[in-house]
Nanobody, 118 residues
Framework: QVQLVESGGGLVQPGGSLKLSCAASGFTFSTYAMNWYRQAPGKERDLVAAVTSAGGTNYADSVKGRFTASRDNTQNTVYLQMNSLKPEDPAVYYC????????????WGQGTQVTVSS
């Protein structure tokens, strides 16, 4: 059974930091790209950060220089370190596992809420 369980969300002041974690199970973690998406109320779900199976990273322009994604294949976990949080960052953050070989595999976590407020 595939599971992606996010944790680490919460309330933080502008300029603060949070670290999200996503623990994966039920699939071969190391062969999947691991992505972080976010969705604010009334908006589409957008890709924030991506970590390839080889460990390379890509970021949305809005978070470059502030967010850092990483993975630990020994722990089947992907992380999102979020620094210098801004009022436009609040959203539900989702972990996604993606693999596109002979067919596309996509798995999603349940999401974790991030709130930025003074």
């Amino acid at each position: 059974q595939v599971q992606l369980v996010e944790s680490g969300g919460g309330l933080v002041q502008p300029g603060g930091s949070l670290k999200l974690s996503c623990a994966a199970s039920g699939f071969t973690f190391s062969t999947y790209a691991m992505n972080w998406y976010r969705q604010a109320p009334g908006k589409e779900r957008d890709l924030v950060a991506a970590v390839t199976s080889a460990g390379g990273t890509n970021y949305a322009d809005s978070v470059k220089g502030r967010f850092t994604a990483s993975r630990d294949n020994t722990q089947n976990t992907v992380y999102l370190q979020m620094n210098s949080l801004k009022p436009e960052d609040p959203a539900v953050y989702y972990c996604n596992a993606h693999r596109d070989w002979s067919r596309v595999y996509d798995y999603w976590g349940q999401g974790t809420q991030v709130t930025v407020s003074s």
